[in-house]
């Protein structure tokens, strides 16, 4: 029969004529391209679906067949456009669906595999609920299994009525089979779902089981071809020595993963031939498994790499010699792979349980209690923060865990370059981590077995699991782990404790090399520890305390120099900078403060190339300043020790940042530091701490001509809060009465706070030019600019 490529007929077997007059009703709705006719194909009576499809499928001329279930309903309008389309694209494109399988588990049932794909509306838990799978980046995805509620064909392949009587795995059969002539089965790549299936609570009766038997005999072969075509290649890799009775056991629980596309690879490094003779019943009878027998001993290191090298699959699973797989391990963990399209996981690890030298379970330890209740999706920072602060291996040994091969970038066992003797199974988590996110599944999936010939307590191991722990903890953070200060604290205290315990119980080792090594290492990790503790004091205290900036300006006064300086280091204030910046025209200043820079790591001292002058040099010295806050201290002046925390205390506690500038009141002394009675610009303003209105004080200031603020030494001020330069007003840069020039901006913005203690002692000596008759004039100017345009600043609004 010539087929009419220009036809598309719908099958159907009914023995519901409402079901079926409801599905039909969906078809004859749909869009129907121009030049195409569709027809309906009824079979009632049939006593299978295979008899009733392959009458129906002689009947017509149609090269599209859409067989379909009574109880089915195409609800995508373009559904013909779109199965056109797609044949018309894709000759080898046989046979499509709307939900399915790539692989087909050995039980024959399609929807227990863990790679399905496809939506649709279905009712088979009694409830019409959206039934959605993985959805495929494709125009169909290719499968081995379509469900029969609806199968689209291109060409014909009988049905094969001489095995399925019934109504049960012909949809798998005919998949089978057109498979087996070489087309494709796909599952459609759907925005919507196409079809609604009202089928009810579906019935695994009528046969279903004999059928299913009946599947998996006839098929069971190519289906088991076919699903390592479908899935990646996994090495199971078997590193052994010397224990041929546990290593069958291991050997056996590899061969028996229900994964179906796995290689075991065995690198025997015994120094006898009883594991030799042992395998070779099993190569004779698996051909996915490979020996190979070392010709000299390589040790544990280099027989774990040498396996890897020799690996063909993309993923890698290792398992030691005396351990066990649980039959679904292979195939639980890669559903996570399969399904990571983004390939963010690096690697996938489980609940392991122990067992003794005859197989049976031990009682959990803190290793082998779950991590979590569920299988879990971690950042693999946070998994190996865990494992690096408590030295907890909590991922596994190689047994446990499985990851991709091409994601790993140093060789199996080594760590930034680093070898590990002991740690090999850590070495490699790190590097993994590093890189991305880690599954713990929470079921157990591999068996840990403790026996009498493990060498986990031996001299070597102990020296070589202290090496390898305290690598890991010091260098962690280039693969950035233990970024938080307090997670490298902690991982670094815990190493400490280890290598403490471990040097102990080994000291009468004192001539082993090793162990001198891992003194020098313990020695290490203790200066580590308070290198970071000091840290983190000094970030706790950077926290707690905002940094002050005293900007020390000098000029030819190194007797007077020192002592201002030494008021400044005194400070009981706890995060200050102190920055000097020499203006002088000889080296004194310069000599004398060598002694002072090599003690404080918080002093800077800087000699000017030229002199600046005293304008000039208090801007430089501003924008150097890194502090939040800002105090000059002229260099003949002093501070009172708790000058900057009892000013301090008030910026800390005004939530609002309305405070612009803190004063207080200041003491005269003179050259000897004796203290001089007060005049009228020192008079204590008020018998306590007051604060004042910004505006209302420099009223007063301006009103009475005298500069009741204070010199530069006595304010502390927020740095942000100055907008021009300091000693500069209204764009104005004052030659005498700089000190008000910054403070009247400051005042025009907030609140002052005058504390009535003495905090600052100001020096009157004969050097001083304060007095002169060119620093007098030049101050009735700038008090004179300061009134003319103090409305500029609102200061005078009465």
Not at 195 to 221: L, M, P, Q, T
Not at 326 to 339: G, N, V
Not at 469 to 494: C, M, P, Q, T, W
Not at 513 to 522: G, I, N
Request: proline residues 3%; hydrophobic residues 35%; charged residues 25%.
């Amino acid at each position: 029969m010539t087929m009419n490529d220009k036809k598309i007929a719908f099958i159907y077997c009914v023995n519901n004529r409402e079901l079926y007059e409801e599905s039909v009703r969906y078809v004859r709705s749909l869009y129907v391209p121009e030049g195409y006719k569709i027809e309906i194909i009824t079979i009632e009576g049939a006593k299978s679906i295979t008899s009733g499809y392959n009458e129906a499928m002689k009947k017509t001329d149609a090269k599209y067949k859409v067989y379909l279930h009574q109880d089915a309903f195409i609800v995508n309008k373009n559904f013909l456009y779109d199965i056109i389309a797609l044949f018309e694209k894709y000759p080898k494109l046989g046979m499509i669906g709307v939900v399915g399988a790539k692989t087909i588990p050995k039980s024959g049932v399609w929807w227990e595999s863990t790679q399905r794909f496809g939506k649709v509306y279905d009712s088979h838990t009694g409830e019409m609920k959206l039934l959605s799978f993985k959805e495929t980046e494709l125009e169909y995805e290719p499968v081995q299994a379509i469900d029969g509620l609806i199968m689209i064909t291109q060409y014909d392949i009988p049905w094969r009525e001489d095995l399925f009587t019934g109504w049960h795995f012909y949809d798998l059969s005919q998949c089978q089979e057109f498979l087996l002539a070489d087309y494709d089965v796909g599952v459609v790549r759907q925005n919507e779902p196409w079809c609604v299936h009202d089928c009810g609570i579906a019935s695994a009766e009528n046969g279903f089981d004999n059928d299913r038997k009946k599947f998996v005999d006839v098929y069971g072969e190519n289906v088991q071809r076919l699903n390592k075509t479908f899935l990646p290649l996994v090495s199971i890799l078997i590193p052994t020595y010397n224990r041929p009775h546990y290593f069958e056991l291991a050997l056996q629980s590899a061969l028996n993963q229900t994964y179906e596309n796995i290689e075991v690879i065995v690198c025997d490094d015994s120094t006898n031939d009883e594991t030799e003779k042992l395998v070779k019943k099993y190569t004779a009878k698996y051909n996915n498994l490979t020996y190979i027998k070392n010709p000299t001993r390589l040790g544990q290191f280099e027989n774990d790499i040498k396996l890897f090298n020799l690996a063909n699959g993309e993923y890698i699973n290792y398992l030691m010699d005396d351990d066990l797989f649980h039959p679904q391990k292979i195939e639980k963990m890669m559903s996570y792979f399969i399904d990571d399209v983004n390939k963010e996981i690096k690697l996938v690890t489980s609940n392991r349980k122990m067992i003794d030298q005859n197989g049976e379970q031990l009682p959990d330890n803190i290793l082998t209690q779950p991590l979590f209740e569920e299988d879990k999706v971690i950042s693999g920072t946070d998994l190996g923060n865990l494992v690096l602060k408590y030295n907890f291996n909590c991922i596994g040994e190689p047994t446990t865990v499985l990851f991709r091969k091409s994601d790993l970038k140093e060789p199996f066992g080594t760590f930034l370059g680093r070898k590990y003797g002991c740690n090999v199974d850590i070495a490699t988590w790190l590097t993994l981590l590093a890189e991305g996110k880690a599954v713990y599944v929470s079921q157990p999936l591999s068996y840990f077995r403790i026996h009498n010939s493990q060498q986990l307590q031996s001299t070597k191991m102990l020296l070589d699991g202290a090496l390898d722990y305290a690598h890991e903890v010091l260098y962690a953070r280039k693969k950035g782990f233990l970024e938080k200060k307090e997670d490298y604290l902690i991982a670094l205290n815990s190493c400490e404790k280890y290598l403490a315990n471990v040097i102990e119980q080994l000291k009468q080792e004192k001539d082993n090399d090793k162990f001198e090594e891992l003194l020098d290492v313990y020695k290490k990790i203790n200066f580590e520890i308070k290198t970071v503790e000091k840290q983190s004091k000094d970030l706790m205290i950077n926290e707690k305390y905002p940094l002050v900036s005293i900007l020390i300006p000098s000029y030819n006064k190194p007797y007077y120099f020192e002592l201002a300086l030494q008021s400044a280091l005194n400070q009981t204030y706890k995060n200050i900078e102190i920055i000097v910046c020499d203006d002088s025209t000889n080296d004194e200043i310069e000599r004398l403060i060598s002694k002072y820079t090599c003690k404080y790591d918080n002093l800077t001292y800087i000699k000017n190339p030229v002199r600046l002058g005293q304008f000039e040099n208090d801007v430089k010295l501003f924008n150097l300043a890194r502090g939040e806050y800002i105090n000059y201290l002229m260099d003949d002046d002093l501070f009172h020790p708790q000058k900057i925390e009892k000013m301090m205390n008030y910026y800390l506690h005004d939530k609002n940042n309305e405070i612009k500038l803190v004063t207080s009141h200041r003491q005269l002394i003179d050259r000897n530091g004796n203290f001089l009675k007060d005049i009228v610009s020192t008079r204590r303003l008020f018998e306590s701490d007051t604060i004042i209105d910004g505006k209302m004080m420099a009223d007063y200031v301006l009103m009475s001509l005298i500069n009741y603020i204070g010199e530069p030494t006595t304010v502390l001020f927020r740095k942000s809060d100055l907008d021009e330069p300091f000693g500069t007003f209204l764009g104005r840069k004052y030659l005498c009465n700089v000190d008000l020039a910054s403070w009247f901006n400051l005042l025009a913005k907030g609140k002052v706070v005058y504390i009535s203690e003495t905090l600052s002692y100001f020096r009157i000596h004969d050097d001083q030019q304060s007095q002169s008759i060119e620093m007098q004039l030049n101050g009735i100017i700038d008090f004179a600019h300061s009134i003319i345009e103090a409305r500029k600043k609102r200061f005078f609004t009465k």
